[in-house]
């Protein structure tokens, strides 16, 4: 029994790197991405109810009392919490997604000592430190309420992948002490060479499918003290085998749970200095 494990356990490492190094083989097909729009849409409608609403605005207000009590504690501690969550569909089922993977992370995080237009200011204005997932930052377009900005982003998942990408976000204000913000990849490649003198863009479809698709959603509240940054992202990628799930799933996991992490602990510490 124990030869036997082992045996799967060395080929589906095997089968795993296998999956991480080739190309995809294919595109987006029209299936993933219609199932993709349909995820968004879903997404962004409950969003749009939750931000109409007067009394509550940061998504964890509209967790059940003691889980926002819970997170509420956490931010006050210093902790960046982070949680996988998933959108249904209107019967409550689930949003098959052909060829492709969908990865939804939320999380938050607490800045003491900063105004709400402080920190406005520091997301409008991405060229500053770059946190350990962003080589590089340009603003290509800025205006009062909109901002384009050109990211190169590399992700680790056994190797590395180096991307470019283009992104536009827009702000809404809600009062005073509420701002929210959505943010779109418009253009995302992955690089071959990265760094070389050959760097060079992947054409659609020779990619290896480990980043087709990324939408965030931002929610900035002033309260006692400071200011709580919410930040919940959509990704999407191509599907990984059934065979490998149990190992790659995982990895896939980590990866996007603390490049979130990273990502809201990068902008704390950008505002009140290293931690």
């Not at 200011?121 to 205006?143: F, M, N, S």
């Amino acid at each position: 029994m124990t030869f036997q494990h082992n045996v799967f356990r060395r080929m589906a490492t095997h089968l795993t790197v296998l999956f991480l190094v080739a190309p995809a083989c294919l595109a987006q097909s029209p299936e993933t991405v219609r199932a993709w729009d349909r995820y968004v849409a879903r997404t962004e409608a409950r969003i749009d109810r939750e931000l109409q609403s007067r009394e509550r605005f940061l998504a964890m207000e509209f967790e059940d009392r003691d889980a926002a009590a819970a997170l509420h504690r956490e931010l006050e501690s210093g902790q960046i919490p982070v949680s996988g969550i998933e959108t249904r569909d209107q019967d409550g089922s689930r949003i098959d997604v052909p060829g492709g993977a969908i990865h939804h992370w939320r999380g938050a995080v607490f800045i003491p000592g900063v105004t709400l237009e402080s920190v406005i200011e520091a997301a409008r204005h991405p060229e500053g430190d770059l946190q350990e997932d962003v080589l590089e930052a340009r603003v290509l377009e800025r205006e009062t309420d909109y901002v384009r900005v050109y990211l190169k982003l590399v992700r680790t998942q056994i190797i590395t992948v180096t991307f470019n990408s283009e992104h536009e976000a827009r702000y809404r204000r809600h009062g005073p002490d509420r701002v929210s913000s959505r943010t779109v990849a418009t253009h995302i490649a992955e690089l071959e060479d990265a760094g070389g003198p050959g760097e060079r863009e992947k054409a659609p479809g020779d990619d290896r499918g480990f980043l087709w698709r990324l939408n965030s959603y931002w929610r900035y509240a002033a309260v006692d003290g400071g200011v709580i940054v919410e930040c919940e992202s959509i990704s999407l990628s191509r599907s990984i085998p059934l065979l490998v799930r149990p190992i790659v799933g995982p990895i896939v996991s980590r990866v996007a749970r603390e490049s979130m992490g990273r990502t809201l602990g990068s902008i704390r510490s950008r505002l009140t200095g290293p931690e």
